[in-house]
């Protein structure tokens, strides 16, 4: 047969995609008739066998019988001399149907249409892989490392798709190598071209979700939902969870003895530190909650008519002074992640002021606000409680220069002398 080697390429393609016998023959045949309307103009009247198990490809060209000198179109007529020489009892009107050739089509068009077929083939193979991972957004999957560029991992799963983890959705105390498998949501499938682009992500709050669902059974089950999540991917994050069940403790259930159900998650996300809370609607409770370890003496909630930057109102917190570093938490942690998982803005302010100590945002005029800022994301709020904290462990504990904590210390220090 003179197109065995174009046969043989259809069954390595049919071994390497994941494609049914029954959609092959579909992309055969509709790659055939498209060669086939190029070289005679119609492909009508043409029929096309196809076996590719067994390497067998037939194509039949059927025309009508006409006497000679008649044929207006010779794609679809053939003459009563032409058709005898096929069978001798041929007679006019009769059809007549004969074998084409591969090698007929020339050689440029074979080579065409084979280019054509891997194209379709391909194109079909994205087509399933990109519609395959679509169902997968929001899902956990895991795949095995293949190669790091600077900015990205390559990964590659059991059946040799093609995963991106960008540096952006990673944890930032991730460190793979080769050959490691790693776990992840899938963040967004794209088609780009026509090759699918999918994105995981270990930094998503829906990662730590999954990660619930996955690793504690009764939020498999449903017993237990999760109602919000708050992250700072690899530091610390806030997770609030409720139960129909009254039977059940969701926090208890999802931590465990001495955190036992959790450490599997805390593990896989590089020590992140999961605070879990009981899930209210009473929005005062679940702000208070949400502060945890902090213990709120009292707040006043303001709700926004429309949202503001993603945030739906504000509230101003009463605590005692030892409480507010516990509610702002290191570099402002804390406080950062109630806000978001509240979705209410919160101003910390610290219970019985001492009448001659003076709140650090009236010397707005003097001390930019940035470095009011910084103080407050230790828990200092107060001209007070700056002055009372030692240079050393300002610097230590701060973003802000020696020189610049010394000139606050004499503003404020001014402040009282006068």
């Not at 067998?56 to 020489?85: F, Q």
């Not at 945030?311 to 938490?329: C, D, H, Q, T, Y």
């Not at 003097?366 to 030692?390: C, H, M, P, Y």
């Amino acid at each position: 047969m003179e197109n065995i080697a174009l046969i043989e390429s259809f069954s390595e393609f049919k071994d390497n995609k994941s494609i049914d016998r029954v959609t092959l023959m579909s992309i055969l045949e509709e790659v055939f008739r498209a060669a086939l309307k190029r070289k005679f103009g119609s492909d009508d009247n043409f029929d096309i066998i196809i076996n590719p198990d067994k390497g067998d490809l037939e194509i039949w060209r059927n025309r009508v019988v006409v006497a000679d000198g008649e044929v207006e179109d010779d794609n679809e007529e053939i003459t009563l001399t032409e058709a005898r020489k096929i069978e001798p009892d041929f007679e006019i009107g009769e059809d007549v149907s004969e074998e084409v050739k591969l090698i007929d089509l020339g050689r440029r068009a074979i080579l065409a249409l084979r280019q054509n077929l891997i194209s379709k083939i391909y194109e079909h193979d994205s087509t399933n892989v990109f519609k395959q991972f679509k169902d997968l957004e929001g899902e956990i999957y895991s795949a095995e490392v293949h190669h790091i560029r600077h900015n990205a991992i390559i990964l590659l799963d059991d059946e040799g798709n093609e995963i991106v983890l960008p540096k952006s959705e990673q944890i930032r105390s991730d460190f793979f190598r080769k050959g490691d498998s790693v776990r992840g949501v899938i963040k967004t499938v794209e088609l780009r071209g026509n090759k699918p682009a999918i994105i995981l992500s270990r930094t998503s709050p829906v990662f730590l979700t999954k990660l619930f669902e996955q690793e504690i059974p009764e939020v498999f089950d449903g017993l237990i939902t999760v109602e919000g999540v708050a992250r700072i991917p690899g530091e610390k994050a806030k997770v609030a969870v409720d139960s129909y069940d009254d039977r059940i403790d969701p926090v208890g259930a999802c931590v465990g003895v001495k955190g036992s159900r959790i450490h599997g998650i805390v593990r896989e996300l590089g020590n992140e530190n999961i605070d879990v809370i009981n899930y209210t609607k009473n929005e005062q409770l679940y702000i208070s909650r949400a502060l945890s370890p902090a213990k709120v003496t009292s707040m006043e909630i303001e709700n926004f008519e429309e949202e503001k930057n993603g945030k739906k109102g504000r509230v101003n917190v009463l605590l005692k002074p030892e409480e507010v570093s516990k509610a702002i938490g290191r570099g402002g942690v804390n406080i950062r992640l109630a806000s978001e998982l509240t979705g209410y803005e919160i101003d910390v302010q610290r219970e019985g002021l001492e009448e001659e100590d003076v709140e650090l945002t009236e010397f707005a005029d003097e001390i930019e606000d940035w470095v009011i800022q910084e103080f407050k994301n230790i828990g200092l709020d107060t001209a007070r409680s700056v002055l009372e904290t030692s240079v050393p462990e300002l610097v230590k504990r701060t973003d802000l220069e020696e020189e610049t904590i010394i000139d606050v210390q004499r503003i404020l220090r001014e402040e009282f002398e006068e």
